[in-house]
C-alpha cells in the first residue's frame, strides 16, 4: 500500500478514535449522573436502569471497536495493514473504505460470521 494511502487510513482511523473515546468518556459520565440523580419511586429506578444497561452495552461496543481500531493502527506501524489477520490476502479496498479497521477478508469475514473461522 502506498503511503498516501497509509496516511488516508491513519487520518480515518484516528478521527475515528478520537470519536470513541469522547462517547466513551460521555457514556461513563451520563452513567454517573443517572446515579447521583437519587431516584425515588420505582418506576423512576426501573428506567435508571434500563439507561445504565443501554449505556452499558453501547460502551461496551465503543471499547470493543476502540480495540479493532488500536489494532489497525498497530498493523499501519508494522506494514501489515490490509493484509487479511486469517488468510493474509488483500483486504477488498472497498472494504477497507467501509470499515478501515476490518481484520478480515470479506471471504473470511463470511466464515468468521458462520463460526467456521
Ligand atoms: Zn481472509
Not at 460502551?59 to 488468510?87: H, P, W
Amino acid at each position: 500500500m502506498d503511503k498516501k494511502k497509509v496516511e488516508s487510513y491513519r487520518k480515518k482511523l484516528q478521527a475515528k478514535q478520537d470519536e470513541l473515546l469522547k462517547q466513551v468518556s460521555k457514556s461513563e459520565q451520563d452513567g454517573r449522573e443517572a446515579d447521583e440523580e437519587g431516584t425515588q419511586d420505582v418506576a423512576d429506578k426501573a428506567a435508571n436502569s434500563y439507561i445504565k444497561e443501554f449505556l452499558f452495552h453501547q460502551s461496551d461496543d465503543n471499547r470493543r471497536l476502540l480495540q479493532l481500531i488500536e489494532e489497525a493502527l498497530a498493523r499501519l506501524e508494522n506494514g501489515t495493514y490490509g493484509e487479511c489477520v486469517a488468510c493474509h490476502q488483500e483486504v477488498q479496498l472497498k472494504r477497507l473504505e467501509a470499515v478501515p479497521w476490518a481484520r478480515h477478508c470479506i471471504e473470511c469475514q463470511e466464515k468468521q460470521e458462520q463460526g467456521l473461522l
